[in-house]
């Protein structure tokens, strides 16, 4: 009971302040329009384009190009890009980026992969109760006496049985969870990259972007491993990092990316 009051207080915190902890995280601030006019006024024209309210707008003092979207829904929306991303694209490739992120928010992204790591987390869960019930409740029949070994050992078999597969499930469970929840990631990702194409009617835009942000060599962007994910490309890829297209990695591959909006 502890257990899942804490479970549900650490899911309802994640959900309501999530937008809050990432841009905490990532070292963000709020964009002005006196600062960064030009940034404010494409937000605004994306955010149009797409039929959302104006996102809140923020920026992360890094010369590595990248960004990422925040929030529930999109009455509770932020963005937050680098100042290299601003220095690195140009309009069209920038109006791209922030389409793809405002993608994120009208698909709901940040909901669903709440939902879907809630979900798999449950599974863990009971799963944890039945190896429990299995090894302090369920072989409670074993230690009776000799007289009645006979009768109880096809279920005592039985409950070996039951036991080595619950005990696999306890080492393959986390694991497979975490392979859902990344490749739903990657899909969302190329579901976003279509959405902001759509949004600006120019796959061509976000296709340099990506291009750009691909055969970047500079100095990383130091995020916390936690919202790595967020951001359009993984901050790890980049200078050779880890994050790169596998079972394990966050993003599809950049050039499948690429190769995809082309093809529209």
Same mark, same amino acid.
């Given at each position: ?28 601030? !709020?964009?002005?329009? #006196? ?8 937000? #605004? ?9 104006? !996102? ?38 920038? +109006? ?41 409740? @369920? ?7 000799? *007289? ?33 929840? %990344?490749?739903?990631? *990657?899909?969302?990702?190329? %579901? ?29 962007? +130091?995020?916390? #491993? ?8 993984? !901050?790890? *890829?980049? %200078?050779?990092?880890?994050? @790169? ?7 599809? !591959?950049? +050039?499948?990316?690429?190769?995809? %909006?082309?093809?529209?």
């Amino acid at each position: 009971v502890i257990a899942a009051l804490i479970g549900f207080g650490q899911a309802a915190v994640g959900f309501w302040f999530s937008d809050q902890v990432a841009l905490a995280a990532s070292g963000a601030r !709020p964009a002005t329009a #006196e600062d960064h006019r030009y940034l404010v006024n494409v937000a #605004e024209a994306v955010a149009i384009g797409a039929g959302v309210p104006m !996102p809140k707008v923020y920026v992360i003092d890094s010369p590595a190009p990248n960004a990422f979207a925040t929030g529930r829904d999109p009455q509770h929306a932020s963005i937050a890009v680098t100042t290299g991303l601003l220095q690195l694209l140009d309009r069209q490739e920038l +109006e791209g980026v922030v389409a793809h992120e405002l993608a994120h928010v009208r698909n709901y992204d940040i909901r669903f992969m709440s939902m879907l790591v809630a979900t798999l987390g449950a599974l863990l869960v009971l799963r944890d109760m039945v190896l429990r019930w299995g090894m302090y409740g @369920g072989l409670g029949g074993g230690r009776g006496s000799s *007289r009645r070994s006979g009768r109880d050992g096809g279920r005592g078999m039985g409950q070996g049985i039951a036991l080595v597969l619950l005990v696999v499930l306890l080492v393959v469970g986390p694991l497979v969870g975490v392979l859902v929840r %990344l490749a739903v990631s *990657r899909r969302r990702e190329f %579901l976003a990259d279509a959405t902001g194409a759509y949004i600006t009617r120019n796959p061509e835009g976000l296709a340099r972007a990506l291009e750009k942000l691909a055969g970047y060599s500079g100095q990383r962007l +130091e995020v916390s #491993e936690g919202v790595r994910h967020m951001f359009i490309v993984n !901050p790890a *890829r980049q %200078l050779g990092g880890e994050g @790169g297209a596998g079972l394990f990695s966050t993003h599809p !591959p950049i +050039e499948e990316r690429i190769r995809r %909006l082309r093809s529209m």
